[in-house]
Every structure is written in C-alpha cells, then in structure tokens.
C-alpha cells in the first residue's frame, strides 16, 4: 500500500507568487518592505500588501515602524483576492503614503493628490 500524499493548500496562489517576494514571515517582511509593496510568506497562502497602521495598530508590531499587512485569501470576496484587485489596493496605498508617484498612476487608480 503506497502513503498517502499530502494536499497542498497553496494551489491556487503559485502563479501569482512568481510576481512577488516571498518571506519567512510577516514580521520580517514588514521590517524591510514600504507601504504599498506585495509579498507573501512560505507558510501561507494568502498575498499581503504592506500598509501603515493607523492609532492602536501601530502598538500591536512595534519592530516594523508601524506598518502593517493587509491579507488576502485566494476564493474569498472580501476583500476580492484576484491580482487586479490587490495590484489596484497597493498602487493606492503606495500613492497615498508617497513610495510611488506619476501622473498615470494618480489617474487610472485615483491616488490622492
């Protein structure tokens, strides 16, 4: 009798994690990312958008200069967890904290001015 193998959970995100890095854990990817970048981590399979945390959020990760990580769930709607989304979530976010700038950017996603 052969053993069993076992299912992956991270079928649905392997084309989309050739797109970005991948790190050990969130914390460590906190510490050298900025607002707006995209990763993922080896033990998961959710996709993540580095963000700033806002009043208590910034107390909860104090090593990471009060970022934060938005997660995303492959199959879940909310929030919708394909890449346009999430590309759309961290091009906002890199405009509204000033890692990313450009009048095409500022137009197709609506950053703030």
């Known amino acids: ?5 076992k299912k992956s959970k991270k079928g649905k995100l392997k084309a989309q994690r050739s797109r970005m890095p991948v790190y050990d854990t969130i914390q460590k990817a906190l510490e050298k990312t900025v607002p707006g970048r995209i990763f993922t981590t ?3 399979d959710r ?5 700033k945390g806002r009043g208590s959020q910034k107390s909860q990760v104090p090593t990471s200069g009060g970022r934060i ?7 879940s709607s909310t929030p919708a967890a394909g890449w346009s989304s999430i590309k759309a979530h961290s091009v906002r976010t890199a405009l509204k904290y000033g890692t990313a700038s450009g009048k095409r950017l500022k137009k197709t996603y609506k950053g703030k001015k």
């Not at 990580?69 to 199959?75: D, L, V």
């Open 1 to 5: 009798m052969k053993p069993k193998k």
């Open 42 to 44: 080896d033990g998961a």
């Open 47 to 51: 996709t993540y958008v580095t963000s």
């Open 69 to 75: 990580a938005k997660g995303f769930t492959p199959g």
